[in-house]
Nanobody, 115 residues
Framework: QVQLVESGGGLVQPGGSLRLSCAAS????????MGWYRQAPGKQRELVAS???????NYADSVKGRFTISRDNAKNTVYLQMNSLIPEDTAVYYC?????????WGQGTQVTVSS
């Protein structure tokens, strides 16, 4: 079992920045592909960004150029740097760890972009 704990969410004005963190409970973190998903009210959960164990990244078109995913295997932590936030980024953001058919989820952290 891998436990994931997200932090860093909050209320930010449009154009602002936030950095989300996701700490994993086990050192096998380095073998897992990590991802950030989000779910807005009334919408399906969607992939925001992912990073493989080798460091290859992938982004949803809606966040390209604004968000950056990174990982620190020594700290068992994955980050999501979010810049130039817009109201449409408002959602609960979830951390995901996946290896083959096994996947784990964090509890989610709320991000609200509003003036």
């Amino acid at each position: 079992q891998v436990q994931l704990v997200e932090s860093g969410g909050g209320l930010v004005q449009p154009g602002g920045s936030l950095r989300l963190s996701c700490a994993a409970s086990r050192s096998i973190f380095r073998s897992y592909a990590m991802g950030w998903y989000r779910q807005a009210p009334g919408k399906q959960r969607e992939l925001v960004a992912s990073i493989t164990s080798g460091g290859t990244t992938n982004y949803a078109d809606s966040v390209k150029g604004r968000f950056t995913i990174s990982r620190d295997n020594a700290k068992n932590t994955v980050y999501l740097q979010m810049n130039s936030l817009i109201p449409e980024d408002t959602a609960v953001y979830y951390c995901n760890a996946a290896l083959g058919n096994v996947a784990f989820w964090g509890q989610g952290t709320q991000v609200t972009v509003s003036s």
